[in-house]
Structures are given as structure tokens and as C-alpha cells.
């Protein structure tokens, strides 16, 4: 059932405890199987945590910026954008580069209205375009990605996972940022 008191808003540095809490909740279960278990032990809350806290309070240049969807005041969920670091896409294209929402609170809109709030702010900032990469083995997740507009443009990329050198295969969907090509994201 949607929460009636649901929001998205720009994250501080004191919701970094509860964007850690929520990024490896998400992360374990997003790679569960796919990373060795030494690699899954290290999704760590404070450690997501200590990482988000030093980015927000000396923020990269460009426009990068974290937000954090809420339930009453509940942070649920997150998703941190900023430029494209991909050369094959152009200057005016920015990157949805991490989305969570925490398991409990699924379904419910927070990724939805996140992704919303990213679009509408990377559009802003004077982007174009949106990217988002995706494991190949998370159909649920871009189904969610392509049901809100975003299609896979035929890039793949192979991210190191391990010391050892594993690789996880991942898939680029993207969208146009007009008036009329924007994602519309699925409830």
C-alpha cells in the first residue's frame, strides 16, 4: 500500500546512516550469487554510509547529486546521479549511477518518483540524454527501467567484481530528456 506521507528530496550528510542501510540491503540482495562471498561481506552500511557522508559534504564538480526517497521520515530509498562518465555518449548526458529502494518498501512508488526526480534534474542541469547501467541477470529491474522509458541502446560493459578478477556483464539502457521523449515512470 503507497505510503500517504511519501516525498523525494536532496540528501544531507546525516541521512548518509540510512542511504548506507538501504544501499547494502539492496546491494546484497543485487548480488547475491553474482560476486564471491568475500566481495558480498563487504556491502557494509557504514561503509556505504562513511562513503555517501564524505561525497555529500565535498561534492565532485559537475552536477552530482544524491537524493532519498522518504516515507513520513523514513529514508527508503535513493538514487545519486551525475555526468555520463561513458565517451561513447556525449557531453550533455548524465548517468543514473546507483538507485536503490529498500526491500520492505517496494512497490509502493519511491523508485518511481526517484527516477522521476532524477530525470527532471538532470534535465535541468541541461542534459539530453539519461543512462543506466544494469547486470544483465536483473530482469526485474529493467523491466522497471523500461517500463519508465529507458531502453537498452546495445552497450555492455564487463565490471571487475573481485580481486580475482571476476566480471559481471551489465547493459546500458538510455532515454531522451524532451519535451517529448521523457521517461515516464511506471508506478
Request: hydrophobic share 40%; glycine share 10%; net charge negative.
Amino acid at each position: 500500500m503507497p505510503t500517504a506521507d511519501a516525498s523525494v528530496r536532496a540528501a544531507s550528510a546525516n541521512d548518509a546512516p540510512a542511504v548506507g542501510q538501504v544501499q547494502a540491503l539492496v546491494w546484497q540482495e543485487a548480488y547475491d550469487g553474482i560476486v564471491p562471498p568475500q566481495v558480498h561481506a563487504a556491502f557494509d552500511p557504514q561503509s556505504f554510509a562513511a562513503a555517501w557522508r564524505d561525497s555529500l559534504r565535498t561534492p565532485p564538480e559537475g552536477v552530482h547529486r544524491l537524493l532519498v526517497a522518504c516515507a513520513g521520515e523514513q529514508v527508503v530509498g535513493f538514487v545519486a546521479i551525475g555526468p555520463s562518465q561513458d565517451p561513447d555518449t556525449g557531453q550533455t548526458t548524465g548517468e543514473v549511477t546507483a538507485l536503490g529502494v529498500h526491500p520492505m518498501h517496494r512497490r509502493q512508488g519511491h523508485g518511481s518518483r526517484l527516477l522521476n526526480a532524477a530525470v527532471d534534474m538532470l534535465r535541468d542541469a541541461g542534459a539530453d540524454h539519461v543512462t543506466v547501467w544494469c547486470l544483465v541477470q536483473h530482469e526485474g529491474v529493467r523491466a522497471f527501467l523500461t517500463g519508465s522509458g529507458l531502453e537498452p541502446d546495445g552497450a555492455y560493459r564487463d565490471r571487475v567484481i573481485s580481486p580475482e578478477e571476476d566480471t559481471a556483464r551489465e547493459v546500458r539502457l538510455v532515454a531522451t530528456l524532451t519535451d517529448d521523449a521523457s521517461p515516464e515512470a511506471a508506478g
